[in-house]
């Protein structure tokens, strides 16, 4: 299975949106200058520090456009909170943890699927339950660090 990146997207400061940029620069732990990247974060159940397996999130076109056309919105890449926005591998719900996914010779590892959190009802009242099953993946940088990241670049699902 193959798709492509249609956005990527850091932002500085947490909850929605992040914001396109015309490449992101991989670290060891997440994107470059992305609230989300970093070694470690605070578990939301027992607020106690982990390592940090959301350093990446990825978010499908085809979920956006699903979600849009449901509820009458018009979100884009970023607004879910996303760094990389997807086209190509359906609404990201099938792809297991563990699954790799190599993007211009960066790797990820998929950790878990991305359930929808609150901060997303600011576009909407009904969003976190539309968006229940399609909110993407997240991932871990397993190679690649200091390689770019760039919209159009393939996303090749890696065999396991």
Do not use: W
């Not at 359906?90 to 792809?95: C, K, N, Q, Y």
């Amino acid at each position: 299975m193959r798709g492509k990146v249609i956005a990527v997207c850091t932002s500085g400061i947490g909850n929605v949106p992040k914001y396109p940029q015309n490449q992101v620069l991989v670290s060891q732990y997440g994107f470059t200058g992305d609230v989300h990247a970093g070694p470690t974060r605070i578990s939301h159940r027992t607020q106690n520090e982990k390592f940090n397996d959301h350093q990446v999130s990825l978010v499908a076109q085809e979920a956006l456009d699903y979600i849009n056309k449901e509820l009458g919105i018009s979100l884009r890449p970023g607004h879910l909170g996303e760094n990389i926005t997807t086209e190509g591998l359906g609404d990201l719900s099938a792809i297991p943890d563990g699954t790799l996914l190599e993007i211009g010779g960066v790797v990820l590892e998929v950790t878990e699927q991305n359930q929808p959190c609150k901060n997303l009802l600011v576009y909407h009242p009904l969003l976190v339950k539309t968006a229940y099953g399609r909110r993407g993946l997240f991932a871990v940088v397993k190679e690649g660090e200091g390689l770019i990241i760039r919209p159009h670049l393939p996303i090749e699902i890696l065999p396991s």
